[in-house]
């Protein structure tokens, strides 16, 4: 379980991941950041993580509940369970390569490390914007996978954002499954057994009956 801090953890997570693991494949400098695809491509080597949508997670939606008695009372602390979908995308010298280069760098990390570590959750945290987050504390780890955008749904997604003038840049989508932000309540404690009932109920065995096989008489 973590806090209120957990997206943002897991972006800027991601962010360090990749940032980290372009040497010494990549040899020249490259701004990896946490935005928009701009609308101004960069002709500097670059990586933008553009988090463009966050789903409920179907499997882990409704493991808390019910969460509430009947009066209101909190029995369990509630937890939404989240989807990530990040959109990551490549600029550079297209002569060069530099885009399709920084994207293969990216889909080897991301195959060999799908789930964030500790250490990075634990690295973005000391963010000062990011203070407080306890997300390395939560025992759910957040697993990156690919996510395969048909010609319709890529057109939906960059049209989306030419809207505001964001030309189209090769790019990436992985989700990041799940983050679970837990809810502020404090659950009420079980009350303490006062007495002990033990009752001894006695009982028959059950009889059972040997199948009969009707006849039938023809006069």
Known sequence: MSNTLAVATVTEGLRQLIAQSLAPDIPFAVDVAARKPPTDPPADPTIT???????????????????????GTVLTRPAAALDLHFLIS???DEAELIPQRLLGCVVRTLHENPVLPRTLIEAAAEQPYLHGSDLADSPQRVRFTPTA??????????GMLYQNQTPYALSLVYQGIAVLIEGRGKPVTGKPV?????????????VTQPATTGTTEQG
């Open 194 to 206: 006062r007495t002990r009932t033990v009752r001894a109920v006695p009982s028959v065995p059950p």
């Open 90 to 92: 490549f600029y550079g």
């Open 149 to 158: 955008l048909d010609i319709d749904d890529t057109s939906k997604l960059w």
């Open 49 to 71: 993580i553009f988090l463009y949508q966050v789903t409920p997670n179907a499997s882990l939606r409704n493991a808390d509940a019910p969460t509430r008695a009947a009066d």
